[in-house]
């Protein structure tokens, strides 16, 4: 099972990027994919957690209404959208996938992970 993340960069503040999620070895239609950041000198933190079908989706308030996670299962790919950057979102990116449903948005859950995608933001 391979996760490749992709898409990070360096952008100006206000901006926007698209990370990609690419997965084989799984059927992404039935994983809980979650994206998760690790800023600079601090501990990795969730931005959102989205269900196989993508019906059920929960963000981090940080986030909230800035960043969206579309997927396309028939591409067994998934992506994180994000608008209006700001400069605290600098962070490596990582995608996670889990079968199955979630019963909390965290790091323990998760049984596979993207290798991780830089993105910076300048102000």
């Known amino acids: 099972v391979q996760l490749q993340a992709s898409g990070g960069g360096l952008v100006q503040a206000g901006g926007s990027l698209r990370l990609s999620c690419a997965a084989s070895g799984i059927t992404l239609d039935y994983y809980t994919i979650g994206w998760f950041r690790q800023p600079p000198g601090k501990k990795r933190e969730v931005v959102g957690c989205?269900?196989?079908?993508?019906?059920?989706?929960t963000n981090a308030d940080s986030v909230e209404g800035r960043f969206t996670m579309p997927r396309d299962n028939a591409k067994n790919t998934a992506y994180l959208q994000m608008d209006n950057l700001k400069p605290d979102d600098t962070a490596i990116y990582f995608c996670a996938a889990k079968h199955g449903g979630w019963p909390r948005c965290t790091e323990s859950i998760f049984d596979y992970w993207g290798q991780g995608t830089q993105v910076t933001v300048s102000s």
């Open positions: 989205i269900s196989g079908s993508g019906g059920s989706i």
